[in-house]
């Protein structure tokens, strides 16, 4: 069954706002992932958080993490109009050596506005 | 110099017809997956192969059957399409032996956009 739910499920901001994203998940992870799809193309690995961290930082991006409410949130900070695309957060589950899997979320599509 | 590529990027064909979808990377990578991805955007995983072994089979009809000849190229084969097979496939791969640090995440292909009619 379906891991990760984003919401919204879309999002339209004028350039330079902010555009957070949240996910919310239902069984214990090993760590969460966040990435961006661009339209007609593979999903580009943005963010990993593990599940004994709170937040991380990567650029504009900030990425929180409550493992007690298993939900993530994903800020990008002063938007451009390149961050058009799609965020799909990532649950990692398996712990065996080669049995790891990501199961993804539903996705936001988030829309910059010049 | 792409890392993940798959072929072909399209692929338009009839109901009942057999076809494969081929997947390479260079990134040394022994762990390779195949996801489908829905018209709702809904990413799944439907195989994993790590070191040619079939490690991850979720449920999946048996008209489609992976292969892979080495670490570096898993292939997905699509016998008897149906017109819910329509759908865009994802290749991606992970782990290079040795190093943990660098394990966890997925570098996906381009994907193949597969329209069954």
């Known amino acids: 069954s379906q891991q990760g739910e984003e919401d919204p499920q879309a999002l339209s901001i004028q350039e330079g706002e902010n555009a957070t994203m949240n996910c919310s998940y239902k069984?214990?992870?090993?760590?969460l992932q966040w990435y961006r799809q661009n339209s007609g193309r593979g999903l580009v690995h943005l963010i990993l958080?593990?599940?004994?961290?709170r937040e991380k930082h990567s650029g504009r991006l900030r990425v929180t993490l409550d493992t007690s409410k298993k939900s993530s949130s994903l800020l990008i900070t002063a938007s451009r109009a390149a961050d058009t695309a799609s965020y799909f957060c990532?649950?990692?589950?398996?712990?065996?050596?080669?049995?790891?899997?990501?199961?993804f979320g539903t996705g936001t599509r988030l829309t910059i506005i010049p | 110099d792409t890392a993940v590529s798959q072929t072909p990027k399209y692929l338009v064909t009839q109901m009942g017809n057999d076809k494969s979808i081929k997947c390479e990377q260079n990134?040394?990578?022994?762990?390779m997956y195949w996801y489908k991805q829905d018209s709702k955007k809904f990413l799944k995983i439907m195989f994993s192969?790590?070191?040619?072994?079939?490690?991850i089979n979720e449920t999946v009809p048996n008209r489609f059957s992976p292969k892979s000849p080495d670490k570096a190229h898993l292939n997905l084969h699509i016998n008897s399409l149906e017109l819910g097979d329509s759908a865009v496939y994802f290749c991606?791969?992970?782990?290079?032996?040795?190093?943990?640090?660098?394990?966890?995440?997925?570098?996906f292909g381009s994907g193949t956009q597969l329209s069954v009619l």
């Open positions: 958080i593990r599940s004994n961290e």
């Open positions: 990532a649950t990692r589950s398996g712990g065996g050596f080669g049995n790891e899997k990501l199961t």
């Open positions: 069984t214990s992870i090993n760590n």
């Open positions: 991606a791969s992970s782990r290079v032996p040795g190093q943990p640090a660098t394990n966890e995440k997925l570098f």
């Open positions: 990134l040394g990578h022994d762990t």
């Open positions: 192969y790590n070191n040619k072994e079939l490690i």
